[in-house]
């Protein structure tokens, strides 16, 4: 690879469901998945939606890495825009170990035998944090080193607010709140969310959201 100690490359794509797939009205939005590069290894935070090997190659193609390159896959929960993907990718890198959340590991198809984590794993560098309430099993990934935390769908970003995940598609939305929570007492310097683009200030923006529901 072309680059040396730690870096992230995204994966950007756009979804399309038609009305009637998850509701009444047809959805669009961008899903994000990460190319984390890191001394020991290149590890891939989820996999996309189906089809998504041909965006996450031509990022490989952008740091100078090749598919044989991927140590990790790490999962942060189960819906299809997450792990879609995940079979045409597995299928390219032989390789690599696969991870997700101890409790999404039954709703995630696979070829590969899935790899379970829990809070305060590590997978290299990356500490695993239990975030349930998106799925029962949903984790995000913390770099302390460099203060990095992939969110998920914990949290996402519209218009440069912090917005919580949509209800139709959140499994418990009390345990969903209590994981913000968790969030924002990391303090992270950035987070990177699987919708949506970065902010400037995320702790103090996710702080507010969580004001914002308490009425203060």
Do not use: Y
């Not at 984390?36 to 996309?48: E, K, M, S």
């Not at 140590?71 to 299928?91: I, K, W």
């Not at 794993?121 to 203060?147: A, M």
């Amino acid at each position: 690879m072309e680059h040396a100690g730690t870096f992230v490359e995204p994966v950007i794509q756009q979804v399309h469901m038609p009305a009637g797939m998850a509701g009444p009205v047809e959805l669009s939005f961008d899903v994000r998945c990460f190319l984390v590069g890191l001394p020991d290894g290149l590890v891939l935070i989820d996999a996309g939606p189906a089809g998504s090997a041909g965006e996450i190659g031509a990022a490989l193609e952008r740091i100078g890495a090749h598919w044989s390159d991927v140590t990790d896959v790490v999962l942060t929960h189960s819906h299809p825009d997450h792990v879609g993907g995940l079979g045409e990718v597995t299928a390219r890198m032989p390789g690599a170990r696969i991870w997700a959340g101890a409790a999404d590991c039954p709703q995630i198809p696979s070829a590969v035998p899935l790899q379970p984590l829990s809070d305060d794993d590590r997978v290299r560098e990356l500490r695993i944090i239990s975030t349930p309430g998106h799925t029962k099993g949903h984790i995000s990934v913390l770099h302390e080193g460099e203060g990095l935390l992939f969110v998920g769908d914990a949290v996402g970003t519209m218009s440069g607010s912090l917005v919580r995940a949509a209800a139709q598609f959140t499994a418990d939305a009390a345990e969903a709140e209590r994981s913000l929570r968790r969030l924002s007492e990391l303090a992270p310097a950035r987070m990177l969310f699987s919708h949506g683009p970065e902010v400037a200030d995320p702790v103090a923006e996710l702080r507010r959201l969580l004001d914002g529901a308490d009425g203060n």
